[in-house]
């Protein structure tokens, strides 16, 4: 069972925005600024998108967006393109050198 | 280019000890950064595993502690996972990862590796 909650499925037309939530606790994505997103393509590794809550590696682009209040991250995929469907999963530090991860959102562009 | 590639067998028997290594190449692996695995249940999440620093000091998931030992072997840029008494709940895809701080996220990552665990 998974430490992190995430909506299963979220859905959207092409130009739209969509957004995912990311729900802990205190002692995960509350405690810490250190939320992370990633994108997953079948058949294929995770790929960082989103680092330290809100913070993007060089090369994702700026469509890619994330925050945090409290206990809850999201990440917010503006002007959704046909390459955006894929598997996105939020991860958080977990204190003591840990990290747990969430079960994963499948986004759908219709 | 950094790469990671993961190797080892692709079947464990119940009750066996599941290893794998990770052959690291384009970085020397005794510098500044974590190596760790990640691994994914068939249709399933991602399960942190664990980590290690070049110097050996090592991390692992509360769950899975009892059973797993990660090191480091800096002749060879490689660094393996060992978990044992496995079962077909530990069935999944195996990464193994680079991460640039040990609160960093994995930022880099191998294709993975199928481990089946079935008699």
């Known amino acids: 069972q998974s430490a992190l909650t995430q909506p299963r499925s979220v859905s959207g037309s092409p130009g739209q925005s969509v957004t995912i939530s990311c729900t802990g606790t205190r002692s995960d994505v509350g405690g810490y600024s250190y939320v992370s997103w990633y994108q997953q393509h079948p058949g294929r590794a995770p790929k960082l998108m989103i680092y330290?809550?809100?913070k993007r590696p060089s090369g994702i682009p700026d469509r890619f967006s994330a925050s945090k209040s409290d206990n809850t991250a999201s990440l917010t995929i503006s002007g959704l393109q046909a390459e955006d469907e894929a598997d996105y999963f939020c991860?958080?530090?977990?204190?003591?050198?840990?990290?747990?991860f969430g079960p994963g959102t499948k986004v759908t562009v219709l | 280019q950094l790469q990671l590639q993961e190797s080892g067998p692709g079947l464990v028997k119940p009750s066996e000890t599941l290893s794998l290594t990770c052959s690291v190449s384009g970085g020397a692996i005794s510098i500044s950064y974590y190596w760790g695995w990640i691994r994914q249940s068939p249709g399933e999440g991602l399960e942190w595993i664990g980590s290690?620093?070049?110097?050996?000091?090592?991390n692992y998931n509360p769950s899975l502690k009892s059973r797993v030992t990660i090191s480091v072997d800096t002749s060879k840029n490689q660094f393996s996972l060992m978990l044992t008494s496995v079962t077909a709940a530990d069935t999944a895809v195996y990464f193994c990862?680079?991460?640039?701080?040990?609160?960093?996220?994995?930022?880099?990552w191998g294709q993975g590796i199928l481990v089946a665990v079935s008699s």
């Open positions: 991860c958080s530090y977990a204190g003591s050198y840990t990290f747990v």
């Open positions: 990862t680079r991460q640039p701080g040990v609160e960093a996220p994995a930022s880099d």
């Open positions: 330290d809550v809100s």
């Open positions: 290690i620093y070049y110097n050996g000091r090592s």
